[in-house]
């Protein structure tokens, strides 16, 4: 049996090496996903980090305001009010701030200043404008009284990184299952339907080879392509983490190489799940365009399971739940990939996720043998 095995491994592996598209979609794809991903991350923070000119003006500023108007962009060029508030209406400016001339600080509140301040709401760079110098406005009015003032005293009683955690956990695990599952899928799809379609499986099926040898070596050829495509998007993800931890500077949160094992490890044993999954899909679809369309809805699925166990709108539902989260083959992957980047998980927990997919896959390859021993399997 490990021969016959082996035997079909070795065709599917030959198969997969001579065909470029696959392989470049096993090798190439997760890290190219990952690395742009990380790219693109640090094409918007380069942008954000330059300076930008605003056209931003302000007319009859104290002398003490308006060197902290233009410590946020303003400019102290003098303009016209009339013409200013026209072009902030096209968007060709983007805020004008116009104090009266008599502009005071009236601590009883009686006889206060007004401060006119025009934007567009319709132009983002206007929007952030405004926000810039409300907070900045904020910071310069009368203090009647402090909260938080002594900075000696930690008030924040959570998890100071908790957000920046929260933001990691929320985006890496549904963006691994993507591009790993995206560089599997065609091969997953089409390598038993497309065997099917070619009349291929047919000279197979009447070989002596047993019918489950043929199932298990060509599980064994996707899970191979699977586990390279992991690699693959993990090294892209190192670059992803390194370029999100340089956007966070100081507030940057670091993982132990443990951690990252973990989510390997937690990555491949769903990987196994879903592969016995979309072999059976397959098996069953007549051709490779039907398998391509039906392997899409337990692909989805998984997508939606990664969404959800990251949305934070759903952790109430989801603490409900409690360890049964871990019990849902795929879903429980994600569950935990999430509390191994958030807040650190059991080893119960992690046990359990990885046999219930493990298990999962199993039954499903067990499947894939019993359709294979099923004589309808052969094309009429």
């Known amino acids: 049996m490990f021969r016959d095995i082996s035997t079909v491994y070795k065709k599917e592996i030959k198969s997969i090496i001579k065909d470029k598209t696959i392989l470049l979609m096993c090798i190439f794809l997760p890290f190219a996903i990952m690395f742009m991903e990380g790219f693109l991350m640090s094409s918007m923070s380069d942008t954000n980090d330059k300076d930008t000119k605003h056209n931003a003006y302000y007319i009859n500023a104290p002398q003490d305001l308006a060197a902290g108007l233009k410590a946020i962009g303003f400019s102290d060029e003098k303009v016209n009010k009339d013409t200013c508030i026209t072009d902030i209406k096209n968007k060709d400016a983007e805020i004008l701030v116009v104090f009266p001339e008599d502009f005071h600080i009236d601590l009883t509140g009686t006889n206060v200043s007004n401060i006119e301040i025009y934007y567009n709401s319709s132009n983002t760079e206007s929007l952030k404008m405004q926000q810039k110098l409300s907070a900045l406005l904020d910071t310069l009015r009368p203090e009647v ?10 008030y924040d009683q959570g998890d100071e990184d908790y957000q ?29 339907a497309g065997d099917k379609e070619s009349n291929f499986l047919n000279t197979v099926l009447i070989t002596p080879v047993k019918r489950s040898s043929v199932a298990i070596g060509k599980a064994l050829a996707v899970m191979t392509a699977a586990g390279i495509s992991a690699i693959s998007a993990f090294a892209g993800l190192a670059y992803l983490m390194k370029t999100f931890q340089d956007m966070l500077g100081e507030h940057a949160v670091h993982y132990a190489i443990s951690d990252y094992i973990l989510v390997f490890f937690v990555v491949i044993c769903v990987t196994f799940a879903l592969v016995g999954l979309l072999l059976i899909i397959s098996t069953i679809a007549k051709n490779s365009r039907t398998a391509q369309t039906l392997c899409a809805i337990p692909v989805m699925i998984l997508f939606i399971g990664s969404f959800l166990t990251s949305n934070a709108g759903f952790d109430a539902i989801l603490t409900k739940f409690g360890f049964k989260n871990y019990l849902i083959p795929m879903w429980n992957s994600s569950f935990l990939t999430k509390n191994i980047l958030l807040s650190g998980v059991t ?21 894939v043998s019993h359709l294979f021993n099923n004589e309808k399997i052969v094309n009429e």
Request: contains cysteine.
């Open 145 to 154: 009284f402090t909260i938080n003032a002594d900075p000696n005293i930690t």
């Open 347 to 367: 080893t119960a927990e992690i046990l359990t996720t990885c046999v219930i997919n493990i298990v999962f896959g199993i039954l499903c390859l067990s499947f």
């Open 164 to 192: 920046v955690k929260n933001t990691i956990a929320s985006m890496v695990p549904g963006l691994l299952f993507m591009t790993i599952v995206y560089g599997i899928l065609a091969l997953a799809s089409n390598i038993i």
